[in-house]
C-alpha cells in the first residue's frame, strides 16, 4: 500500500508541476538595435552608411527608398499558454541620411512612442490555387506523354 502510495503522489506532483509550467510565460526575443554605448561611436554630420554598417552592422531593414535610412529593430514577444502572442517591448532606431550618405538623424522609438505597427513579410503569392503539396504531385500522374521525353 505505501508503494502505491508513493507512486501516487510522485503522479500527482509531475502533474502539478506540468500544469504549472503549462501557465508559464514564455518570452522570445526578435532583431537587433544597438546599444547606446555602441551607437555613441556614430556621429550625426560625419558617419556615412558605410562606417554606420562597420561600426553597430548592417540593419535588418532598410528604407524603401535609397537614400531614406537604416531601421534596427528588436521585439520582446509573450508567449502565455493558449493565449495570441502579445509584443512586450518593441524598439526601433532610425539613422537618417541625407543626399550625399551622411547620418543626418538618429531616432528611438518604443512602444509608448506611438502605436504598434505590426511588422509583417510580404510574401508574393504563388499561382497555385490552394492546392497542397501531396495534391500537385500526385496530380501530374497520366499527364506525361511519350513524347514529352524524346529528344
Same mark, same amino acid.
Given at each position: ?5 508513493? #507512486? ?46 562597420? #561600426? ?7 528604407? +524603401? ?36 550618405? +551622411? ?12 502605436? +504598434? ?6 510574401? #508574393? ?27
Amino acid at each position: 500500500m505505501s508503494r502505491t502510495r508513493k #507512486t501516487f503522489r510522485t503522479a500527482a506532483a509531475g502533474l502539478v508541476m506540468l500544469a504549472m509550467a503549462g501557465c508559464t510565460a514564455l518570452y522570445r526575443n526578435h532583431g537587433y538595435v544597438p546599444t547606446d554605448e555602441d551607437l555613441s561611436a556614430v556621429v550625426v554630420g560625419v558617419d556615412t552608411r558605410d562606417s554606420v554598417a562597420e #561600426t553597430i552592422g548592417t540593419p535588418g531593414a532598410t528604407g +524603401v527608398l535609397n537614400d531614406s535610412g537604416y531601421y534596427y529593430v528588436q521585439s520582446r514577444v509573450r508567449h502565455y499558454a493558449y493565449q495570441r502572442p502579445e509584443v512586450v517591448d518593441r524598439q526601433v532606431l532610425a539613422i537618417s541620411f541625407d543626399k550625399r550618405g +551622411v547620418v543626418s538623424n538618429v531616432e528611438r522609438f518604443t512602444l509608448e512612442d506611438g502605436r +504598434v505597427v505590426p511588422l509583417t513579410r510580404r510574401v #508574393t503569392s504563388s499561382n497555385i490555387a490552394n492546392k497542397g503539396f501531396l495534391r500537385q504531385l500526385l496530380g501530374n500522374i497520366g499527364q506525361f506523354r511519350a513524347g514529352d521525353f524524346t529528344g
